[in-house]
């Protein structure tokens, strides 16, 4: 079966770098929309990070360009590397699996998700 499998996360200082990777098994990542997304307990999932299956990559406002999205289909493996870490960066991170791309990049119609992988920024 379809597996998304995100690994690198952490505990870090805050103005330090990470890198998250996420593992695919069983669907070509270069065919779908491919996201990270974010979310704390009790809030909704925000989008940090996509790339298109031409490998555009897209990004919300509120990412302030310390996020790079990047995919290897080679290894089939989506990654994220987060620069400037800030306390408010600390979250769940999860990646996703997307058909289609909706106005700003955004990967929607995700039929596959990962477990999540923590990511926790001290001051």
């Known amino acids: 079966q379809v597996q998304l499998q995100e690994s690198g996360g952490g505990s870090v200082q805050a103005g330090g770098s990470l890198g998250l990777s996420c593992a695919i098994s069983?669907?070509?990542?270069?065919?779908?929309?491919m996201g990270w997304f974010r979310q704390v307990p009790g809030k909704e999932r925000d989008w940090v990070a996509a790339?298109?299956?031409?490998?555009?990559?897209s990004y919300p406002g509120s990412i302030e360009g310390r996020f790079i999205i990047s995919r290897d289909n080679a290894k089939n493996t989506l990654y994220l590397q987060i620069d400037s870490l800030k306390s408010e960066d600390t979250s769940m991170y999860y990646c996703?699996?997307?058909?289609?791309?909706?106005?700003?990049?955004?990967?929607?119609?995700?039929?596959?998700w990962g477990q999540g992988t923590q990511v926790t920024v001290s001051s």
């Open positions: 069983n669907l070509p990542a270069s065919m779908y929309c």
């Open positions: 790339i298109h299956t031409g490998g555009t990559t």
């Open positions: 996703a699996a997307g058909r289609r791309i909706e106005g700003g990049g955004l990967c929607s119609a995700v039929g596959y």
